[in-house]
């Protein structure tokens, strides 16, 4: 069933149905299945179901619509994003639901369920990039040095601790690449480690030798004694044995940083934001960095360099006489 409309800037969009009721969902399981397929990350897949589940409450909210069947083109998106505006939802949100929404008709069109794609012509408002914040050196020091302390006493949860923090600021990955790490996963050897990040995308990421040396005291006196059945080949290990998850290394980081004086309570993202800031102040080039840190576009890394630039900026009006 489709219809021909016009939509806000005076041309003819082609509207496309969708059917209400179990169909919906059916269609949300394999809309979701496509995502996983084309290698998009778990949290994508499920923001994306959410945002156009929110499409269809939005266009038919008594879930009242003749046929029964719901009415999508072009006006109808832009007044669902119209509304979302209108109730001061955060630009990041709003830029993905055009996302979502994008996707959604995209797939929709090429399974046939759409008679055209009226998410191609939808535009997204630019979120405002934040700064991310970062430590200076000298930070980054005092909570590696705390780390460090912390692990003298060779308990394995503040071996692991240590290796955790160490590894996410000498290496710049993200915390679910690390939590993610297998024993194969780190060539000593070479210092080197095989990361899989997002999209499933393999790279490999150098370490130093001080990443060494809390690798080893890992593996020699913390994993050991915890490892049980369930660990498997994971690097990281929790309390019971098994692969330590994203929300206990995150726990790790702020216990670290809110031991250490002078530091603000962080997030491992934080500490990647410093190893990449720091990397570009050392003279890193950014190419290099990008694919250090599993960056898709120099863009994102690019933002990293602004940081940097802020902090020259700063070090010059403190220190130049003519500043």
């Not at 990397?279 to 960095?289: F, S």
């Amino acid at each position: 069933m489709h219809n021909s409309v016009g939509d806000s800037d005076g041309g003819v969009d082609t509207s496309a149905f969708v059917a209400r009721g179990p169909k919906v969902d059916d269609l949300l399981d394999e809309f979701a299945a496509d995502l996983t397929s084309r290698g998009r990350s778990e949290a994508t897949v499920r923001s994306y179901v959410s945002d156009v589940r929110h499409l269809f409450t939005y266009l038919d909210p008594d879930d009242a619509a003749p046929a029964p069947a719901v009415l999508i083109d072009l006006a109808a998106l832009r007044a669902w994003l119209g509304e979302q505006v209108a109730g001061r939802a955060a630009r990041s949100t709003i830029a993905r639901r055009v996302a979502s929404a994008r996707a959604f008709t995209a797939w929709a069109h090429r399974r046939g369920v759409l008679d055209g794609d009226p998410g191609q012509r939808l535009e997204a408002p630019r979120p405002h990039r934040r700064l991310p914040r970062v430590l200076d050196e000298a930070q980054a020091s005092e909570v590696i040095r705390s780390a460090e302390l912390g692990a003298e006493e060779s308990d394995p949860a503040a071996l692991r601790d240590q290796v955790i923090v160490e590894l996410l600021y000498s290496t710049g990955i993200r915390v679910s690449e690390l939590c993610g790490l297998d024993l194969r996963s780190i060539d000593s050897e070479r210092r080197v480690m095989r990361v899989l990040g997002k999209g499933n995308k393999e790279r490999t990421v150098p370490f130093g030798i001080p990443a060494q040396r809390a690798i080893d005291g890992w593996l020699e006196r913390g994993r050991p004694a915890l490892v049980s059945a369930s660990s498997g080949e994971a690097f990281l290990l929790g309390a019971r044995g098994g692969r330590l998850n994203v929300r206990a290394a995150r726990k790790a980081v702020n216990d670290v940083t809110s031991a250490t004086d002078g530091v603000p309570v962080l997030s491992p993202h934080a500490l990647r934001h410093s190893a990449a800031t720091h990397l570009l102040a050392g003279g890193a080039d950014l190419r290099h960095v990008q694919e250090i840190l599993g960056h898709t576009t120099p863009a994102t890394t690019q933002l990293y360099t602004h940081v940097s630039s802020e902090r020259l900026a700063a070090a010059y009006r403190i220190a130049h006489p003519r500043a």
